[in-house]
């Protein structure tokens, strides 16, 4: 009877029963910072955190972030799993992720499930954030955002795995001028030029993808630019990158044009 009782007591029920557990879903207003810097979007959803599923609420997830500290900044990185219109990514979160959030529905729920069971995660360490940049024809261009010792020790090397032409043009006109006027001159400009490129290499990067129209779009955690590529081509099939070659227009056989214009309307009076 007394468990009866007790199962039958709507108090006690609500009291005892476990706390939801599900995929939780961006909301458009209480986006963080640091989710709009990573280009986090509206109805994206929460899938894991540094490879572990995470199912849970909100005040869950702030505990996950509790030991964050501002003063090892470069030492703290979570790597955070969204879901996206059916493609899975990750980005890195050197501060904790904010946001609000909806709950998602069961039909969602399910799918991303199924899709989780088949990812793979490399060592958390191994993964950086990628930039990706694409102007309006789909034309795309990326870089990591990790510092690169290259463009502190060899700036005109660095500049020119970038592409970045026209700053190589100044720089190289700066080294000739110094080091035709004096050698002691060309070693304090280079000097002054490699700390220069090494504290704004990423600003650096930026403003070129901008001068060449081209707008910033995602941000993709990744252990490679190629694995990054790959997730950019699952979010939009239509990007371009540099060197890659756009499918030519697929050609209709004499069948297939018949087809055609039979299902097209007849215009005759």
């Known amino acids: 009877m007394a468990l009866e009782d007790e199962q039958l007591d709507p108090q006690v029920s609500e ?41 849970g ?11 964050y500290d501002p003063t090892m900044l470069d030492d703290v990185a979570w790597l955070v799993t969204f879901w996206r219109d059916g493609v899975f ?14 709950f998602v529905s069961p039909e969602e729920a399910i799918e991303v499930s199924e899709g989780f069971k088949n990812l793979q995660f490399e060592p958390i360490e191994t993964y950086q954030n990628f930039e990706v940049f694409r102007d309006l024809r789909k034309n795309a261009a990326m870089h990591p955002t990790a510092q690169d010792p290259l ?40 000097i002054l ?6 504290r704004a290499q990423l600003n650096l990067l930026r403003s070129y993808h901008l001068f060449e129209e081209k707008f910033f779009w995602m941000v993709i955690g990744a252990t490679s630019e190629t ?7 699952a979010l939009d099939p239509k990007i371009l990158f540099r060197f890659d070659k756009a499918e030519p227009p697929q050609k209709l056989n004499r ?15």
């Not at 030029?193 to 090494?198: E, H, N």
Request: aromatic content about 12%; some cysteine; charged content about 25%.
């Open 151 to 190: 463009a502190t020790y060899a700036p005109l090397l660095w500049m020119l795995g970038n592409r970045l032409y026209y700053p190589m043009l100044a720089i190289t006109i700066v080294y000739c001028v110094t080091a035709v006027t004096h050698i002691l001159l060309f070693i304090i400009g280079y």
């Open 227 to 233: 694995e990054a590529r790959k997730t950019c081509l």
């Open 57 to 67: 609420d909100k005040e869950t997830l702030k505990a996950v972030f509790e030991d």
């Open 15 to 55: 009291a005892e029963a476990p706390p939801i557990r599900q995929f939780l879903k961006v909301q458009k207003q209480g986006i963080g910072r640091a989710a709009v810097a990573q280009r986090i979007k509206e109805n994206d959803i929460l899938v894991a955190i540094d490879g572990e599923l995470f199912l």
């Open 193 to 198: 030029v490699s700390l220069y490129v090494k």
């Open 255 to 269: 069948i297939q044009r018949k087809a055609m214009r039979e299902k097209q309307p007849s215009t005759d009076p």
């Open 89 to 102: 990514f990750n980005v890195c979160f050197k501060t904790p992720f904010r946001a609000d959030f909806d």
